[in-house]
């Protein structure tokens, strides 16, 4: 039972233009979503989050949107670089009341790749 | 450093052996997590700990796998008699874990593990 799902295991953009990475999770309890970025033989990088209390979070070029009546969340990079061409995880956790431990579920990733 | 650390970065080791991975957090924070990733799969969670207690163990997949956490900083997870389904990926995570809040885990480069 896969709880968080990233359903595009790859994405192509050109330099320049919008990258829109989905994820959609399937337990109501999670309350906190991140989005890290992985580069080859190295760990996962924090690139962004939000809680279930906004419905979007921007920081320089990455916003990340959530819908939370669609169980759906994206990250949206505007413009999309070279550097970018990593593997991108989302993640999500249950933070509310103490009850959880903030173990994270991920999805199993998508690789974009950004052409110049 | 400022980083959370893992060593060794790469081990090789033959089926029926022992290993221990070790795991240097982030100064300061609470939690420490294990994660692993095998080939061609997503982040699975294996244990967690607040200070040096684990309240959460559910994710070790046997019990040849056991983790422990010393001064509320470096944790060993040890593998005993490793097979070679155990050649993966771990990764340690460490945050500053505050119930009822958004926890943001900061992820080392990993040990990968090859089991001959």
């Known amino acids: 039972d896969q709880q968080v799902k990233q359903n595009s295991p790859s994405l192509s953009v050109q330099e320049g233009r919008i990258s829109i990475l989905n994820c959609d999770y399937t337990?109501?309890?999670?309350?906190?979503f991140l989005w890290y970025k992985k580069y080859p033989a190295e760990g996962p990088t924090f690139l962004i989050s939000?809680?279930?209390?906004?419905d979007k979070n921007e920081d320089g070029r990455f916003t990340v949107f959530l819908n939370k009546s669609a169980k759906h969340l994206s990250l949206h990079i505007v413009p999309s670089q070279p550097g970018d061409s990593a593997v991108y995880f989302c993640?999500?956790?249950?933070?509310?009341?103490?009850?959880?431990?903030?173990?994270?579920?991920f999805g199993q990733g998508t690789i974009l790749t950004v052409h110049p | 450093g400022a980083g959370v650390s893992q060593s060794p970065s790469n081990k090789v080791t033959e089926k029926g052996k022992d290993v221990e991975l070790r795991c240097d957090p982030i100064s300061g924070h609470t939690a420490l997590y294990w994660y692993r990733q095998s080939l061609g799969q997503g982040l699975e969670f294996l244990i967690y700990f607040q200070g040096n207690s684990a309240p959460d163990k559910s994710g070790l997949p046997s019990d040849r796998f056991s983790a422990e956490r010393t001064g509320g900083s470096v944790s060993t997870l040890t593998i005993q008699r490793t097979q070679q389904e155990d050649s993966a990926v771990y990764l340690c995570a460490s945050s500053f874990r505050l119930a009822g809040m958004g926890d943001t885990q900061y992820f080392g480069p990993g040990t990968r593990l090859t089991v001959l």
């Open positions: 337990n109501s309890m999670f309350d906190y």
């Open positions: 939000i809680s279930s209390i906004k």
């Open positions: 993640a999500a956790t249950a933070n509310a009341g103490g009850t959880s431990y903030g173990k994270l579920t």
